[in-house]
């Protein structure tokens, strides 16, 4: 086998992430082989990708129960664990929402497998846990989110001088709005994001500024930095992905059109960068100017609550995860207002008693907790 064919499992093959994975492997078949693909509920769309891609392995509960045999063409039925930890498999591409790639990921990185993050929820539940099986283990968690993903390249030939890490943030289709008017927003209305073109709750999550709030708690387990040298700046163009200050003042922007396909690429092919056609360039003259400002707390309320959830020890971030998918999904759904979220999210996390994480199911059922202590405060209202 070609030293440089990469094997990947991609888990969460059929979302936003997943499709857009796939993309890049048809343009690098050289490079890039898919070994296992797993799915939650596109059962159709799974299948064409498996004939397409011809993996060894899948998952899909809902399509195995209708197959007599485990088999889709020469693929077979198989464990997230058993998956992840395949010889062929070099790296695991985490592709889902929620909290399901937390036990893959932990499997991946025990059997010294790198992992390509793509799911939040995992590193903001059990960052530190996470963290130091990789380092046990000797596995590297590469970060495909934009942001964080900006920051690993801005690092690159870098020694650990950091000073500061500027994370943009778009401002979500909100930005702007008064209190009235964020009342008034339906779902069809916040799932327009201005810039960037990615699944349902992470849409929601960038218009809260909750995403935000998870890519500082991202971006402080991985890059080992202190809370404080973390700073989130407003940067409505959506072309500089993040940028880090050094001790020497100098500061280092990665800035391309927002487009997921490049940091996917990036972390698949690291360390090459290869030319793809389908990425379009930047053009500086064309867009003439790009802006910046600060965060308004009082205008992001689930920014501020999960930047203070989120950066506790123990098992609250997972909670608030947990609480987070249950209102976004309340709002989604219509049960619940837009300005909703941060209210039923805040009361969740102020009747829960947090305890010490020490294993992942510990995370697992934080997580659960708040799905349901936000569920109950929903249907109460
Ligand atoms: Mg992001």
Known sequence: MDDRLIGIALLGSTGSIGTQTLDIVRRFPDRIKVV??????????????????????????????????GMVGEAKQCSYEDMVTDDEVDLVVTATVGDVALVPTICALQAGKNVALANKESIVMAGEMLIQIARTNNSKILPVDSEPNAIWQCLRGEGKSISKLFITASGGAMRGMTDMEKKKITPELALQHPTWTMGPKITIDSATLMNKAFEVIEAKWLFDVGWEQIEVVIHPESMIHSMVEFEDGSVKAQISPPDMKLPIQYALLYPDRIFNPDLARFNPVKLGSLNFESVNFNQYPCFALGLDYGS??????????????????????GAINFSDIPVVIKEALQAYQPVVGKTPEDYLSAAAWGRSKVAGIINLK
């Open 312 to 333: 506790r020890v123990g098992t609250s971030p997972a909670v608030l995860c947990g609480a987070d998918e249950m209102a976004v999904e309340s709002f989604l759904k």
């Open 36 to 69: 296992a693909l797993s799915a939650h509920n596109s059962t159709e769309l799974l299948k064409s990708q498996i004939e397409e891609f011809k993996p060894k392995f899948f998952n899909c509960s809902n399509l195995s129960m209708k197959l007599e045999n």
